[in-house]
C-alpha cells in the first residue's frame, strides 16, 4: 500500500505544517468506479432511447399501438435518461472524484455515498418503469410523480447535499477551488427549485395535482425548467471543466478573477430567465421581458466561463492534436460557447416568435447536450479510467474513432434540425397575396420536414455508435485492470483555527497618490474579500443560497401576489366529473409532446386556430398544457372543431382522417374500460385546490360522470360511429376535447328571476354583477397591439 505526503499545503506561512498534527487518509474511489459504471450504462439507455423515439416519429406504425412504445410517452423517458440518468451520474462522478482531491478528505460518509448511489439509481428505475405506463405529471422534464418525487428530494437534499456539506467542513485544505463554488450552487439551487415545483396535492398513489394554476404553473415549471438546464445541464459541468481541463492540459486556469466574475454573474442572472421560454403567451408581458432582459445578460457570463476554458490551453494547443481527452474537452466547450450565444439569441421576442414550438428549438437543446454535456462527460470518462482501474485505456485509436464519429454525428443531427425548425416557422406564418394562410394544412408542414428527420436518425446512429465504442473500450479496459487496486494513503495536516488571510496583509497603493476611492476599488478587484469566503463553506452555502433566493423571488413574488397578473372570467367553469378524467388521459398520454394548447397574438396563429388564449381561460388548468413544441396543430380551440366521431376515428387511425399524419393510433382507449369509480379522487383534489364543485358533485361524480359519457356515445352513434361505447376511455378523452376553449364564448343564461335590463346599463354586466367578470382590457389591448404590429 503506498503512501504519500502531501506537501502541497497552503497554510498561513507563519504556521509549519509541522506544527500541526498529519492526519493520514486515502480516497474513496470505488464510488466514482460505481458511477462511472452507472453513466455509461445510462448513456447507451438514453441515447438509444433518443434514436428509438426519433424512428417512431417518422414511423409511427412501428409501436403496433401499443400505448407503452406511443412518442409521448417514451419521449420523456429519452429526455429524463438524458438528463437525470446519464449526465447525473456524470456529474456525481466528476464530484466524487474531484471534491475528495480538492478537499484532502475522503468523503466524509461511505454509507452516505452507497445510499446516494443505490437511492438514484432506484429514482432512475422507478422513471423507466412510470412513465411508459403513462404515470406523468407532464411537464416538461418534472414528468415524474410524487412519491418518486419525495424519495429525490431526499435522496438529493439530504444523502447526497449533506455528505457533499460534511466533507467541506472535514477538508484539510483550506480554499475552496472554483469547482468547488460550482458544486454549491448546483446543489442547493437544484434542490430549491425541485421542491417548489413539485408542491402538489395527491389524488393517489400515482397522481398529484400542481398547487399552482394555468399562468401560475407555467410560470413555475420554466422558471424550474430553464433552471434545470442552468444548474443541472450548466453549473456542475462547469465544475467539472474547472477541474478536469486543467488536470488534463497539465495548466493552471487562465484566470481567477474571471472564475469569480463568471460564478457570481451566472448564479444571480440565470435563474431570471426561464420567462423567455414564455414569450407572446398568457403569461404576463413584464414576466417575459424580465426573462428576456436577463437572458441577454446571460451572454457575458457565458462567454466568461468559455473563455476561461478554452485560454486554460494556452500552450498546450499542440497537446489537442495528439490527445483524444483533449479534443472532447475543446469541441465540449466550443458547443457551450454556441448554445450560449443562440440562448439569449432565441430569447428575443422576434426571433422566438419564429423559433417557438419549431424544431429548431430540438436542435438548440440537442446542440448542447450532445456536444457541451455528451462531450465533457466522454472527455472526462477517458481521463478518469486508466487512473480509476490502473491500466491503461484498451485502445486509443477506438477514443478518436469516437471523438470523430461523435462530432460527424452532432453535425449531422443538428443541421437538418435546424433546417426543420426554419422550414416549419415560415410556412406556419407564410400568407398568400389575398392574406390568407399559404398552407392552411398543418399536415403539409409536417410532410415538409419528415426528410430532415430521416436525416436526423443517421446522425443519432452515428452518436450511438460512438457510445457503443465507449462501452466496449471501458470493458476492455476494466478486464486488464490488477487483480487488487492499489489504495495510496496520503497525509496532510488537519485544519487549525487560527488562520490569517495572506492578502490581506499587503497594500500595493499604500503611499501611491491617488484617490482613496481608486485605492477602495483597487482593493476590490484584487478579491481578497473573496479570497476569505472560500475558506468558509458554511458562509459560501449560504451566500449562494441568498443570491438565488434574492433573484427568484424578485421574479416570482409579483406574478403570484398581484392578482391582475391573472384576469378572471366569468364563463369559466371548472371541468364536469368526466372533462376531469378526459384531462388525466390526455395528461397520461403526453400529448403536451405534441400538441400545445396555447395559441399566441400573432395573426398567422390566429388565422390558423382561432381567437388567441386569455390568461383567465386557465385558471382550472393543473397542469398546464401550453407544449413547447408543435408536431401536431394547437388544441386550445379543439372544442366543438371536429365532431365526436371524428375523434373516435382519430384514436382508432389518425391517417383516416388525416392522411400523411405521424400521429401514432391510441386504439386502446377504444377498448379499455373507463374506471368511473376512480375520478372522485380527482375531483376531490381539484376542489381542494379551489375549483368550485358543489357537494353533489363530488358524491354523485361517478353518476353524473354516466350520464355524460352516455351522451357523448349517444353523439357518436348518431355520426355513424359504434353503439355501446358510453364505458370506453375514448368518451371521457372527446368530452375534454369537445370543453377545451368554448367556455370563452359561452354565454350563461341569465337567472330565471332577472329584471329586464331598464337602467341603461349593458346587459352583460346585469347578468354577472361582477367586474372580474371581463377579461382585462388593458391586457387585450396590448396583445391587439401585438397583432397589428406583426
Same mark, same amino acid.
Given at each position: 500500500? $503506498?503512501?504519500?505526503?502531501?506537501?502541497?499545503?497552503?497554510?498561513?506561512?507563519?504556521?509549519?505544517?509541522?506544527?500541526?498534527?498529519?492526519?493520514?487518509?486515502?480516497?474513496?474511489?470505488?464510488?466514482?468506479?460505481?458511477?462511472?459504471?452507472?453513466?455509461?450504462?445510462?448513456? =447507451?439507455?438514453?441515447?438509444?432511447? *433518443?434514436?428509438?423515439?426519433?424512428?417512431?416519429?417518422?414511423?409511427?406504425?412501428?409501436?403496433?399501438?401499443?400505448?407503452?412504445?406511443?412518442?409521448?410517452?417514451?419521449?420523456?423517458?429519452?429526455?429524463?435518461?438524458?438528463?437525470?440518468?446519464?449526465?447525473?451520474?456524470?456529474?456525481?462522478?466528476?464530484?466524487?472524484?474531484?471534491?475528495?482531491?480538492?478537499?484532502?478528505?475522503?468523503?466524509?460518509?461511505?454509507?452516505?455515498?452507497?445510499?446516494?448511489?443505490?437511492?438514484?439509481? !432506484?429514482?432512475?428505475?422507478?422513471?423507466?418503469?412510470?412513465?411508459?405506463?403513462?404515470?406523468?405529471?407532464?411537464?416538461?422534464?418534472?414528468?415524474?410523480?410524487?412519491?418518486?418525487?419525495?424519495?429525490?428530494?431526499?435522496?438529493?437534499?439530504?444523502?447526497?447535499?449533506?455528505?457533499?456539506?460534511?466533507?467541506?467542513?472535514?477538508?484539510?485544505?483550506?480554499?475552496?477551488?472554483? !469547482?468547488? @463554488?460550482?458544486?454549491?450552487?448546483?446543489?442547493?439551487?437544484?434542490?430549491?427549485? /425541485?421542491?417548489?415545483?413539485?408542491?402538489?396535492?395527491?389524488?393517489?398513489?400515482?397522481?398529484?395535482?400542481?398547487?399552482?394554476?394555468?399562468?401560475?404553473? $407555467?410560470?413555475?415549471?420554466?422558471?424550474?425548467?430553464?433552471?434545470?438546464?442552468?444548474?443541472?445541464?450548466?453549473?456542475?459541468?462547469? *465544475?467539472?471543466?474547472?477541474?478536469?481541463?486543467?488536470?488534463?492540459?497539465?495548466?493552471?486556469?487562465?484566470?481567477?478573477?474571471?472564475?469569480?466574475?463568471?460564478?457570481?454573474?451566472?448564479?444571480?442572472?440565470?435563474?431570471?430567465?426561464?420567462?423567455?421560454?414564455?414569450?407572446?403567451?398568457?403569461?404576463?408581458?413584464?414576466?417575459?421581458?424580465?426573462?428576456?432582459?436577463?437572458?441577454?445578460?446571460? @451572454?457575458?457570463?457565458?462567454?466568461? *466561463?468559455?473563455?476561461?476554458?478554452?485560454?486554460?490551453?494556452?500552450?498546450?494547443? /499542440?497537446?489537442?492534436?495528439?490527445?483524444?481527452?483533449?479534443?472532447?474537452?475543446?469541441?465540449?466547450?466550443?458547443?457551450?460557447?454556441?448554445?450560449?450565444?443562440?440562448?439569449?439569441?432565441?430569447?428575443?421576442?422576434?426571433?422566438?416568435?419564429?423559433? /417557438?414550438?419549431?424544431? @429548431?428549438?430540438?436542435?438548440?437543446?440537442?446542440?448542447?447536450?450532445?456536444?457541451?454535456?455528451?462531450?465533457?462527460?466522454?472527455?472526462?470518462?477517458?481521463?478518469?479510467?486508466?487512473?480509476?482501474?490502473?491500466?491503461?485505456?484498451?485502445?486509443?485509436?477506438?477514443?478518436?474513432?469516437?471523438?470523430?464519429?461523435?462530432?460527424?454525428?452532432?453535425?449531422?443531427?443538428?443541421?437538418?434540425?435546424?433546417?426543420?425548425?426554419?422550414? +416549419? *416557422?415560415?410556412?406556419?406564418?407564410?400568407?398568400?397575396?389575398?392574406?390568407?394562410?399559404?398552407?392552411?394544412?398543418?399536415?403539409?408542414?409536417?410532410?415538409?420536414?419528415?426528410?430532415?428527420?430521416?436525416?436526423?436518425? &443517421?446522425?443519432?446512429?452515428?452518436?450511438?455508435?460512438?457510445?457503443?465504442?465507449?462501452?466496449?473500450?471501458?470493458?476492455?479496459?476494466?478486464?486488464?485492470?490488477?487483480?487488487?487496486?492499489?489504495?495510496?494513503?496520503?497525509?496532510?495536516?488537519?485544519?487549525?483555527?487560527?488562520?490569517?488571510?495572506?492578502?490581506?496583509?499587503?497594500?500595493?497603493?499604500?503611499?501611491?497618490?491617488?484617490?482613496?476611492?481608486?485605492?477602495?476599488?483597487? $482593493? =476590490?478587484?484584487?478579491?481578497?474579500?473573496?479570497?476569505?469566503?472560500?475558506?468558509?463553506?458554511?458562509?459560501?452555502?449560504?451566500?449562494?443560497?441568498? $443570491?438565488?433566493?434574492?433573484?427568484?423571488?424578485?421574479?416570482?413574488?409579483?406574478?403570484?401576489?398581484?392578482?391582475?397578473?391573472?384576469?378572471?372570467?366569468?364563463?369559466?367553469?371548472?371541468?364536469?366529473?368526466?372533462?376531469? !378524467?378526459?384531462?388525466?388521459?390526455?395528461?397520461?398520454?403526453?400529448?403536451?409532446?405534441?400538441?400545445?394548447?396555447?395559441?399566441?397574438?400573432?395573426?398567422?396563429?390566429?388565422?390558423?386556430?382561432?381567437?388567441?388564449?386569455?390568461?383567465?381561460?386557465?385558471?382550472?388548468?393543473?397542469?398546464?398544457?401550453?407544449?413547447?413544441?408543435?408536431?401536431?396543430?394547437?388544441?386550445?380551440?379543439?372544442?366543438?372543431?371536429?365532431?365526436?366521431?371524428? /375523434?373516435?376515428?382519430?384514436?382508432?387511425?389518425?391517417?383516416?382522417?388525416?392522411? &400523411?399524419?405521424?400521429?401514432?393510433?391510441?386504439?386502446?382507449?377504444?377498448? +379499455?374500460?373507463?374506471?368511473?369509480?376512480?375520478?372522485?379522487?380527482?375531483?376531490?383534489? %381539484?376542489?381542494?385546490?379551489?375549483?368550485?364543485?358543489?357537494?353533489?358533485?363530488?358524491?354523485?361524480?361517478?353518476?353524473?360522470?354516466?350520464?355524460?359519457?352516455?351522451?357523448?356515445?349517444?353523439e357518436i352513434v348518431g355520426q355513424g360511429g359504434p353503439a355501446a361505447m358510453h364505458e370506453k376511455q375514448a368518451t371521457a378523452l372527446i368530452a375534454y376535447l369537445q370543453r377545451i376553449g368554448t367556455d370563452l364564448f359561452r354565454t350563461d343564461p341569465p337567472p330565471a328571476d332577472a329584471k329586464p335590463a331598464d337602467d341603461g346599463a349593458p346587459a352583460d354586466e346585469l347578468q354577472t354583477g361582477d367586474?372580474? !367578470?371581463?377579461?382585462?382590457?388593458?391586457?387585450? %389591448?396590448?396583445?391587439?397591439?401585438?397583432?397589428?404590429?406583426?
Open positions: 500500500m $503506498a503512501t504519500v505526503t502531501d506537501s502541497d499545503s497552503h497554510e498561513s506561512p507563519s504556521r509549519s505544517t509541522s506544527d500541526a498534527q498529519l492526519e493520514h487518509f486515502s480516497y474513496d474511489d470505488s464510488i466514482v468506479r460505481m458511477f462511472v459504471t452507472a453513466t455509461i450504462l445510462w448513456g =447507451l439507455v438514453a441515447t438509444l432511447a *433518443g434514436l428509438i423515439v426519433a424512428i417512431i416519429l417518422v414511423l409511427p406504425w412501428l409501436t403496433g399501438g401499443l400505448p407503452w412504445f406511443s412518442f409521448g410517452r417514451l419521449r420523456p423517458l429519452h429526455t429524463n435518461a438524458a438528463i437525470f440518468a446519464f449526465a447525473g451520474n456524470g456529474i456525481f462522478a466528476a464530484i466524487y472524484y474531484s471534491t475528495q482531491r480538492l478537499c484532502k478528505a475522503r468523503m466524509w460518509s461511505d454509507a452516505l455515498s452507497r445510499i446516494h448511489f443505490w437511492g438514484w439509481q !432506484a429514482i432512475i428505475v422507478s422513471a423507466a418503469i412510470t412513465l411508459p405506463l403513462g404515470i406523468t405529471q407532464s411537464r416538461e422534464y418534472a414528468e415524474l410523480e410524487w412519491p418518486i418525487d419525495l424519495a429525490i428530494a431526499v435522496i438529493w437534499l439530504f444523502v447526497f447535499g449533506g455528505n457533499f456539506l460534511m466533507t467541506l467542513i472535514h477538508r484539510r485544505e483550506r480554499h475552496m477551488y472554483v !469547482a468547488i @463554488w460550482f458544486y454549491i450552487a448546483t446543489i442547493v439551487t437544484v434542490a430549491l427549485l /425541485h421542491v417548489f415545483n413539485n408542491l402538489v396535492v395527491p389524488a393517489g398513489w400515482f397522481k398529484g395535482y400542481s398547487v399552482y394554476a394555468g399562468v401560475q404553473d $407555467a410560470f413555475m415549471q420554466w422558471w424550474y425548467g430553464h433552471n434545470a438546464v442552468a444548474f443541472f445541464l450548466t453549473t456542475p459541468f462547469l *465544475g467539472l471543466m474547472y477541474y478536469f481541463l486543467p488536470k488534463a492540459a497539465e495548466r493552471p486556469v487562465f484566470s481567477y478573477r474571471l472564475s469569480i466574475i463568471h460564478f457570481w454573474s451566472l448564479v444571480f442572472i440565470y435563474i431570471w430567465a426561464g420567462p423567455h421560454h414564455l414569450h407572446y403567451t398568457a403569461l404576463p408581458e413584464w414576466a417575459s421581458t424580465l426573462g428576456m432582459l436577463f437572458s441577454l445578460m446571460l @451572454w457575458m457570463p457565458s462567454w466568461g *466561463g468559455m473563455i476561461n476554458g478554452l485560454l486554460t490551453l494556452r500552450g498546450a494547443w /499542440h497537446k489537442v492534436a495528439v490527445d483524444p481527452v483533449l479534443k472532447f474537452f475543446v469541441v465540449g466547450i466550443t458547443f457551450y460557447g454556441m448554445s450560449t450565444f443562440e440562448g439569449p439569441m432565441l430569447s428575443i421576442k422576434a426571433i422566438n416568435a419564429l423559433s /417557438h414550438y419549431t424544431d @429548431w428549438t430540438i436542435a438548440h437543446v440537442h446542440s448542447g447536450a450532445l456536444g457541451w454535456n455528451g462531450f465533457m462527460i466522454f472527455g472526462m470518462l477517458y481521463w478518469l479510467m486508466p487512473r480509476l482501474y490502473q491500466t491503461k485505456m484498451w485502445s486509443q485509436k477506438l477514443i478518436s474513432l469516437h471523438f470523430w464519429t461523435g462530432t460527424l454525428g452532432i453535425l449531422l443531427y443538428i443541421i437538418p434540425i435546424y433546417a426543420a425548425g426554419l422550414m +416549419q *416557422g415560415l410556412m406556419w406564418r407564410a400568407m398568400d397575396d389575398t392574406g390568407h394562410l399559404a398552407y392552411p394544412d398543418f399536415i403539409e408542414t409536417i410532410q415538409s420536414v419528415v426528410p430532415l428527420w430521416w436525416l436526423r436518425i &443517421g446522425g443519432g446512429l452515428l452518436y450511438v455508435s460512438g457510445v457503443v465504442m465507449l462501452c466496449i473500450n471501458t470493458i476492455m479496459t476494466w478486464s486488464n485492470r490488477p487483480a487488487t487496486y492499489e489504495v495510496p494513503v496520503y497525509s496532510a495536516p488537519r485544519l487549525t483555527k487560527a488562520y490569517e488571510d495572506e492578502v490581506s496583509k499587503t497594500d500595493p497603493l499604500k503611499d501611491v497618490p491617488m484617490l482613496e476611492l481608486g485605492k477602495k476599488v483597487d $482593493a =476590490l478587484g484584487r478579491m481578497g474579500w473573496h479570497r476569505r469566503w472560500e475558506r468558509l463553506p458554511v458562509k459560501f452555502t449560504v451566500l449562494v443560497t441568498i $443570491a438565488v433566493l434574492v433573484a427568484t423571488l424578485f421574479e416570482l413574488v409579483p406574478t403570484f401576489l398581484i392578482r391582475s397578473n391573472v384576469p378572471t372570467i366569468a364563463t369559466v367553469k371548472p371541468y364536469t366529473p368526466l372533462e376531469l !378524467a378526459g384531462r388525466h388521459i390526455f395528461v397520461s398520454e403526453g400529448c403536451y409532446n405534441c400538441h400545445s394548447q396555447m395559441i399566441r397574438p400573432i395573426v398567422s396563429e390566429t388565422k390558423r386556430y382561432g381567437e388567441y388564449s386569455k390568461p383567465g381561460e386557465f385558471i382550472y388548468d393543473r397542469p398546464f398544457q401550453w407544449g413547447s413544441r408543435r408536431i401536431g396543430p394547437d388544441l386550445a380551440r379543439e372544442g366543438g372543431k371536429q365532431s365526436s366521431f371524428w /375523434h373516435w376515428t382519430h384514436f382508432e387511425n389518425p391517417e383516416l382522417v388525416s392522411p &400523411g399524419s405521424v400521429m401514432p393510433s391510441y386504439e386502446h382507449l377504444l377498448t +379499455q374500460d373507463l374506471k368511473f369509480d376512480a375520478i372522485k379522487p380527482h375531483v376531490v383534489a %381539484a376542489r381542494y385546490l379551489g375549483a368550485p364543485y358543489t357537494d353533489d358533485d363530488v358524491e354523485n361524480c361517478e353518476s353524473i360522470s354516466r350520464r355524460q359519457a352516455e351522451f357523448v356515445a349517444a367586474e372580474s !367578470a371581463t377579461v382585462d382590457e388593458s391586457g387585450a %389591448a396590448e396583445e391587439e397591439a401585438q397583432v397589428a404590429a406583426e
